[in-house]
């Protein structure tokens, strides 16, 4: 081979190499506990220490989209505040003033409940509570659209629309982060032995103390996938869920849109949670804005390929039109970046959808700024791998924001940080918050140390991530 024909092959070779990567379109934050963090008086400043604005200088750091939640009553029958943000239509008008006025995208999460949904709870607005199904329909389509015409004759529509939050359902999956309530198993350890037996004839019987050891390293540890390999009878991560669920009589086990009605644990309940999502859907798009937003249809274990796969395969066989898949991605919770960017590759060829990663946070410190313990700790950090310092939440950003823009043939369009300002005090829930959601826990901010700026308010290295 001549020295033109060696050129030739070094050059194919370093081709091959080359990682295509692509510019993220949105580097977002969701800063819905703003207004509750105001009213306590704290104040922002900049990495220099200069007082700021911190919509204004989130903007000036290189974020260019903000989301936000709308809760549809969070106050019970006396006006007692819910607390998270107490997000309501007013709150929300008032933020995405300033989010306009800041020359941000602005991205409106309808979580159609009271409070908080996740996967482990949706629970109906008190309004709804007795409402049927057809009615259920009927109220969806108007609450979207009467905040929607308003946000618009506010001049603040939003960008783009999620049509409900964190809806899969997780019965079915093994990434499951909480089903039952440690305190109200309803069998005995012995009960479990026998229905276990019962399931699984071809396997050795296990005994109390195995159910015990899966018990307390479930709890500890909050997902499956994470306890020791130390679990006689090398039972499957499935076999392990199983103990767990027959723990409980009645394992209050998926989470459900408008809860119990849209149930996508069950075939009828997954059909009536589509309907459910297609008067979401249409709402936007019927609405009448100048401008019609992108709709967005959002699920935890961004991870967990198997689950978004069926999910949304049968959402658009349903017939559901949305336009981006949204995924939250936790490290410390749903798994690699390796993981999370295989899954976005195949879910961006499979649906030929856009996708994006509506939530992700990592912890700058262990410390705690106030009396509620925290959901980031030592066992977070064991998970994920990064430190918990300041320089270990940006490289975790920074790496993600590297996997996102290589992942997904340019389809993915990029991320946004979960309440980056969400500094000690504010609550995340009141007693009549709690009480809504059939919750209990101390008051205060469980998420100060996964914030974006210090227990003072001061400006992390994180920030600085966002310029593109």
């Known amino acids: 081979m001549n020295k033109r024909d ?6 194919f070779v370093f081709l091959l190499v080359i990682q295509v990567t692509y510019a993220l379109q949105i580097r977002g934050v969701d800063i819905s506990i703003q207004n509750e963090v105001e009213k306590t008086g704290k104040l922002f400043y900049s990495t220099s220490g200069d007082a700021v604005d911190a919509i204004n ?9 903000i989301r936000l939640r709308i809760w549809n009553n969070p106050y019970d029958e006396q006006g007692n505040p819910y607390g998270g943000g107490n997000n309501n239509y007013d709150v929300v008008a008032a933020l995405a003033k300033r989010i306009k006025s800041a020359g941000l995208k602005f991205l409106l999460d309808f979580h159609y409940s009271d409070f908080w949904v996740d996967p482990e709870k949706q629970v109906k607005p008190k309004a709804w ?4 199904v057809d009615q259920l329909y009927t109220a969806i389509y108007e609450f979207t659209v009467d905040v929607l015409q308003k946000l618009e004759a506010n001049g603040t529509p939003p960008d783009y629309v999620q049509t409900g939050n964190e809806i899969n359902a997780e019965m079915h999956k093994i990434t499951i982060l909480q089903m039952i309530d440690y305190e109200d198993r309803t069998r005995t350890q012995a009960e479990v032995v026998r229905l276990f037996q019962e ?3 071809e396997l050795p019987p296990i005994s109390q103390g195995t159910v015990s050891k899966i018990e307390k390293q479930f709890w500890k540890r909050g997902h499956v996938r994470q306890l020791k390999k130390n679990i006689p009878n090398k039972l499957s991560d499935e076999q392990k869920l199983d103990v767990m669920l027959m723990l409980e009589e009645n394992p209050h086990t998926s989470s459900r849109m408008l809860f119990p009605d849209g149930d996508d644990s069950t075939t ?3 059909k009536l949670m589509t309907n459910f999502l297609t008067s979401a859907t249409n709402a936007v798009r019927q609405a009448g804005l100048a401008t019609t937003p992108k709709i967005i249809l959002h699920l935890a274990n961004g991870c967990d390929n198997s689950m978004y796969q069926w999910w949304f395969k049968g959402v658009v066989d349903a017939g559901v039109n949305f336009d981006i898949i949204g995924l939250s991605y936790y ?3 749903h798994g690699t970046l390796s993981a999370l960017a295989s899954n976005l590759n195949d879910l961006a060829s499979r649906f030929q959808k856009d996708l994006l990663v509506v939530e992700t946070a990592y912890g700058f410190t262990l410390d705690n700024g106030d009396s509620c313990p925290n959901v980031f700790g030592s066992d977070q950090v064991s998970a994920a791998g990064y430190p918990a310092t300041e320089d270990g939440q940006a490289n975790f950003l920074t790496d993600l924001k590297s996997t996102l823009s290589s992942a997904g043939g340019g ?5 946004v940080y979960w309440e980056p300002t969400w500094l000690p005090g504010p609550t995340w829930a009141t007693q009549q918050g709690m009480s809504y959601i059939s919750s209990s826990g101390s008051e ?3 998420w100060d140390n996964q914030a974006l700026f210090d227990f003072f308010g001061k400006a992390l290295k994180g920030v600085t991530v966002f310029a593109n």
């Open 331 to 333: 490290p410390y919770w």
């Open 57 to 65: 200088y989130l903007a000036q750091s290189g974020v260019n989209l």
């Open 6 to 11: 060696n050129s030739i092959k070094y050059i």
């Open 444 to 446: 205060g901010s469980n």
């Open 129 to 132: 509570s007795s409402l049927s």
């Open 411 to 415: 389809r993915v369009l990029g991320f």
């Open 199 to 201: 399931k699984y004839p």
């Open 268 to 270: 009828a309940g997954f």
